[in-house]
């Protein structure tokens, strides 16, 4: 193996290990807090809450259903998209490679969420008044900055990228 794809092994895997530590250590603090208090409601700002939710359907909450047929299919979509993106991350040659790690690092964590509780703890709960977001966790924020870095660099740089490849 090349010094450049060592250097890419090694940046890749430390963003995708960060990134699953911080939302490990993230999420085991809520759920603690949960325990020790029956649950978690916490006033941060008028815009921001800590309000912990168990989340078994994809991102934001989407597809959430009862039947376990159905969680079992998602998680298995999950697992494959999961895969998809490491093979992704090991064959792009570009600066892609760090946001496809910031995805991944983020899928697995959820994954692993889905696995061991059988739901992701979501509990960053953002709002302007009564209109709030989705309630999320960190790794969907750095799966979501992936893929919207992902985005801008097909449209801002793909005649750039393009020219690379030839």
């Not at 959820?110 to 309630?135: G, K, S």
Request: glycine share 4%; charged share 15%.
């Amino acid at each position: 193996m090349k010094t450049e794809g060592k250097k890419k092994l090694i940046y890749s895997l430390l963003i995708i290990i960060v990134i699953f530590f911080l939302d490990r250590i993230s999420k085991i603090y809520v759920i603690s807090l949960a325990k020790i208090n029956g649950s978690v409601d916490i006033f941060i700002t008028k815009y921001l809450n800590i309000y912990l939710i168990w989340n078994e359907g994809i991102a934001f909450g989407l597809l959430s259903f009862d039947q376990n047929k159905i969680y079992t299919v998602i998680t298995a979509l999950i697992t494959i998209i999961s895969i998809v993106v490491l093979v992704l991350i090991i064959t792009t040659k570009d600066i892609r490679y760090y946001f496809y790690s910031c995805v991944f690092g983020g899928a697995i964590s959820n994954l692993f969420d889905r696995l061991y509780y059988f739901a992701v703890p979501d509990f960053i709960d953002l709002h302007i008044n009564n209109y709030h977001w989705f309630i999320f966790n960190v790794a969907d924020i750095l799966i979501t900055f992936g893929v919207l870095c992902l985005i801008l660099i097909e449209l801002i740089f793909y005649k750039s990228l393009d020219n690379e490849k030839k």
